[in-house]
């Protein structure tokens, strides 16, 4: 089983629709969350952090569940540009070491 | 812009020949990351230093390498190519070993022939 588990898509939605993507992660012990965009050929940039409580970045809604192990991403209103691949990702601390372990990333193509 | 930087962008390497791969990290990030990214996989933590000593290991064998030098620049190094090692390489940096946020640079893609 991987670590870090999504939907690879591709999602393929017009403009203005509302996606979801949706990501579970193996191991309790992992202490922070995230959703980075890695736009074609280029290096993942951290989209934002997740929260148990929820937290909102203009049309961006990330959501924790720890106990269901349970993380998701909601985008309204899509623009064109919102086209990339999404990596669900979690971080391990194991003493000194902050790895980050990266699902397979969600492709979303968002159509004119 | 992260600050972070990586060289060469591209390269092409024959199968049992060595590669090093370079990172240059922002000005104050004592850990450096790097990672392994196939085609159509996430990223794969390969190792992390801190301070020019390595921290933490992922699932790579020992032919992959690391050093990491005063001045916030980093080196991997990959012994023994073999195919499976074409990917991109991304290196990453944090100012601690347990800051949260790592600064990605753009990359290092590696084709093995």
């Known amino acids: 089983r991987k670590e870090v588990e999504q939907d690879p898509g591709p999602f393929n939605v017009p403009e203005g629709a509302t996606v979801a993507f949706n990501c579970t992660y193996s191991n309790s012990a992992s202490q922070s969350f995230f959703w980075y965009r890695q736009d074609c050929r280029k290096e993942p940039k951290l989209l934002m952090s997740?929260?148990?409580s929820g937290n909102e970045d203009g049309r961006f809604t990330a959501q924790l569940n720890r106990a269901s192990q349970y993380i998701s991403l909601l985008i309204r209103d899509s623009k064109l540009s919102d086209s990339a691949t999404y990596l669900c990702?979690?971080?391990?601390?194991?003493?000194?070491?902050?790895?980050?372990?990266f699902g397979t990333g969600t492709l979303l193509a968002v159509q004119p | 812009e992260t600050g972070v930087t990586q060289s060469p962008t591209h390269l092409i390497k024959t199968r049992g020949q060595q590669v090093t791969l370079r990172c240059s990290s922002q000005s104050g990030h004592n850990t450096v990351s790097w990672y392994q990214q196939a085609l159509g996989q996430g990223p794969q933590f390969i190792f992390q230093y801190y301070r020019e000593e390595e921290n933490g290991r992922g699932n790579f064998p020992p032919r992959f390498s690391g050093l990491q030098f005063p001045n916030y620049s980093s080196e991997l190094n990959v012994n023994a190519l073999e195919l499976d090692d074409s990917a991109l390489y991304l290196c990453?940096?944090?100012?601690?070993?347990?800051?949260?946020?790592?600064?990605f640079g753009p990359g290092t893609r590696l084709t093995v022939t």
């Open positions: 990453a940096s944090t100012r601690t070993g347990t800051d949260y946020e790592q600064y």
């Open positions: 997740v929260y148990s």
């Open positions: 990702v979690v971080s391990l601390y194991g003493g000194a070491t902050n790895k980050l372990i």
